[in-house]
């Protein structure tokens, strides 16, 4: 891809351009916690979009989307949302770096890569990060890695519309080969773990559901969390979020609560826990322990935080039932997209026509099925 992306360039301006690589991202645990101030282990994966830049005389900031077959053109003076969805994540970047007072030159950027568009791998970080990391080495202006991934998450929320947590633009500047991130989202401290993956694969199942109740259920489901942190901030007023609650302190304070609000509560308390242990395993190299882990986080949102949707459950079901999966749970936000599976090198196949045997996406279509690699992080190609 980086050669397609590189004549492409060629094809259609002048100069020789910086190459940037900038992955997408899997979350192996720890659904719903960013916002909770909690704990997250994402990883950046073999998937990547690549960048093609260089500046040029015209004063103009041309886009060409290889995937797309598209391109933008607007003046370096004027940068604003556009009409045209896909190049606001890249206006947003260069609206960053002029808000802190950078002069960004005018240049001409090819882009393309092999990342799944809606399945929950994070084009969008991947997209912005590759961007802010082009301009940044083109420009020579020397910003840092958590730098440019605030740079990113804000083009995301002012321009794209979107108002992510900070984890997947993290994940794609951070990443490194076969290590998970564990990021505390409180204080963006994070630790390195190692992923040792000679005898075991990741492989994705999308459930080809769009997440069309997502963003209503998002909010309503960090409005419960507040809630519930309201009622136990009474009992202890150095109670800032779920993060500082324990399952003792929680339970002892049950009458107070709405059951759904309890279970959405006490969902992300476990969570964080079942996080804990599974970094545990990773570094015990025990991926037994690692899977069961999964499973019972898909429990949970399925049971407790109630984000999943029945292909997801059927997929988990399937992959349970499969000789050699070591674990399965839903990934994202809910209501659809992708399963993520720990299934052993030796059963991969098995694993694929099994589940293609098993489940159809609710257009009768065999489902997409991703392998995929923990790789390095957003940087030059």
Same mark, same amino acid.
């Given at each position: ?65 290889? *995937? ?13 949302? $556009? ?35 809606? %399945? ?28 440019? =991934? ?5 083009? !995301? ?22 290590? %998970? ?43 419960? $969390? ?52 599974? $970094? ?25 935080? !109630? =984000? ?34 720990? =299934? ?30 923990? *790789? ?6």
């Amino acid at each position: 891809m980086k050669e397609i992306i590189k004549q492409v360039f060629t094809d259609r301006f002048e100069g020789k351009p910086v190459i940037v690589r900038s992955p997408g991202r899997v979350n192996l645990i720890g659904e719903h916690t960013d916002y909770n101030e909690g704990f997250v282990l994402p990883a950046s994966i073999d998937k990547a979009i690549y960048f093609a830049i260089a500046p040029n005389r015209d004063n103009v900031f041309r886009f060409y989307s290889y *995937d797309l077959m598209d391109e933008y053109v607007t003046e370096i003076d004027k940068i604003e949302p $556009c009409d045209k969805h896909w190049a606001n994540y890249l206006l947003g970047v260069i609206a960053q770096f002029v808000k802190d007072g950078k002069q960004v030159m005018g240049f001409d950027c090819a882009f393309g890569g092999d990342i799944p568009i809606g %399945a929950g791998l994070s084009s969008s970080a991947a997209i912005e990060c590759g961007l802010a990391y082009a301009i940044d080495k083109m420009q020579k202006f020397g910003y840092s890695t958590m730098e440019m =991934v605030k740079i990113s998450q804000k083009a !995301e929320h002012e321009y794209a519309g979107v108002m992510c947590g900070i984890m997947d633009q993290f994940a794609v500047m951070h990443g490194q080969i076969n290590k %998970a991130i564990k990021l505390d989202c409180r204080s963006l401290e994070y630790e390195l773990l190692p992923v040792k993956m000679e005898n075991y694969k990741l492989l994705l199942v999308n459930t080809g559901v769009k997440h069309s109740l997502a963003s209503s259920e998002y909010n309503k489901r960090r409005n419960e $969390c507040a809630a519930g942190v309201k009622i136990l901030k009474k009992y202890n007023s150095s109670i800032q979020s779920l993060r500082d609650v324990s399952l003792d302190f929680i339970q002892k304070h049950k009458a107070e609560f709405d059951e759904i609000v309890y279970d959405r509560c006490t969902y992300v308390i476990e969570e964080n826990i079942r996080l804990d242990a599974a $970094c545990e395993a990773l570094n015990n190299g025990d991926f037994t322990a690692f899977g069961n882990q999964m499973y019972l986080s898909h429990r949970g949102l399925k049971e407790k935080y !109630e =984000v999943s949707c029945v292909e997801l459950d059927l997929l988990v079901d399937i992959a349970k039932k499969t000789r050699g999966v070591l674990g399965a749970r839903m990934m994202g936000g809910g209501f659809g997209g992708c399963t993520i599976n720990l =299934v052993k090198k030796n059963a991969v196949a098995n694993f694929k026509n099994t589940i293609l045997a098993q489940y159809k996406t609710p257009e009768g279509k065999e489902p997409e099925i991703y392998e995929v690699v923990i *790789d390095g992080g957003t940087g030059l190609a």
